[in-house]
């Protein structure tokens, strides 16, 4: 899983700084000229030997495959149903309760010790690798080399090609060549990006080398870690499902806005499985409708957003935490009527020609790239409200009808 938002400890930072300020424009040179800039731009910004530098990245090739792969980002978009669907299958979910047990003792080590519940570390460790069983077999330095110099997102690769140079340099038992990952790089069970790794990753079981390929105690602790570094709260839940009045103002859904569980309930919201929370009534919390005012709906907490700044997704987020209660029994599969949750989503074409027509009406929905951000929403809710249309910023049938598209 490519993992875009990653907090960065302030020397890291600076660095990144001096390498991106520098970069090269690297589909302008060959790749052997690329490399040699690179090796020197790392050497001269970094604490990295230039040898070393050098021993690794002189005899790199580039992977046609990789630059296929970056290129040919899916055109379809999953609904919430049928993504859920795919990635809590009943084999996964039984595996995910089986290792809840088996693995109970290390566990509970690392929640001892960074205040992370199991069934969340069993939850991202499954989603992340299938229990670590694909964790990738392309070579990280070649992955990152040939998506730096491919040049769509440059800046981004050179920073992680620059990370993964150091853990290696840092790390001498993890050798080269059994240096793997996804072909985006990220790496091991978890699969960490490289700064992600050179930030959080621990020795958990003390014997002096980070092993995140076959050592679940690192593999555990450097989870438990980064997502206590990421702020977990432990006396908080994910999230639950709720029921929304046909009150409810549109305008205060979405993670922008938070507000006291008691006030929730007060403007009448209702929770899916009858149980009112009510010793959480002064926590804050948001609601989001990833499928618009037709879809379910979810109260969602601090730990949410720690789930996405693992991975900025809100329906990655909702993985997370629904296999998390899932693997705990809190609720059944078939308790979430998965099949309701998957009207039509627009493509992404329907959603560049979507913003483009939102843009020629002056509703400002940002550049046409096919992927609803937070700049294409508002103009959505803008939108709707001006037509007396619901306002949920979703891009449904109705809205397509209604903007001929
Ligand atoms: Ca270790």
Known sequence: MLVLHHFFSLRSCLIILMIASTSVTANKITFAQWKENTIQKFHQHGDIPKQFLKEKLTAITLDP?????????????????????????KKRINQGKKYFKTH???????????????????????????????????NILRSLSTLAYDGRREKLFTEQLYFALKILHQNPHIKHQSFLGSWAGAMGHPQFMPSTFINYAVDGNKDGKIDLWNNLN???????????????????????QVILPSTLDWRKIGLEWTLPVAEWVKQGVEFSDGI???????HKASIVTPMGHNGPAFMVFDNFHVIMRWNNSIKYALSVGILSDL????????????????????????????QT???????????????IGKQTRKAI????????????????????????I
Do not use: C
């Open 327 to 354: 693997i705990i029994n809190r609720y059944s599969i078939s308790d979430l009527s998965l099949r309701d949750w998957n009207q039509n989503h627009p493509n992404r074409t329907q959603i560049r020609k979507l």
């Open 357 to 371: 027509k939102l843009n020629l009406l002056n509703y400002e929905a940002g550049k046409p790239d096919g992927i």
């Open 276 to 282: 009112t929370p009510s010793n959480r009534f002064q």
């Open 381 to 404: 809710i803008r939108y709707q409200l001006e037509h007396n249309l619901i306002p949920d910023g979703y891009p449904n049938t109705d809205l397509l009808a209604h903007l001929k």
């Open 104 to 138: 109970q003792k290390l566990l509970q080590k690392t929640q001892e010790s960074y205040g992370i519940p199991p069934q969340i570390i069993i939850s991202f460790w499954s989603l992340e690798t299938n229990h670590g069983n694909y964790i990738g077999n392309k």
């Open 65 to 89: 495959e990789i630059i296929r792969l970056d290129n040919n980002q899916p055109e379809a978009i999953f609904s919430l149903g049928e993504y859920l669907s795919q990635r809590l299958n």
């Open 218 to 240: 690192d593999v555990f602790f450097s989870m438990g870690n980064y997502l206590n570094k990421l702020t977990w709260n432990e006396s908080q839940i994910w999230g639950k």
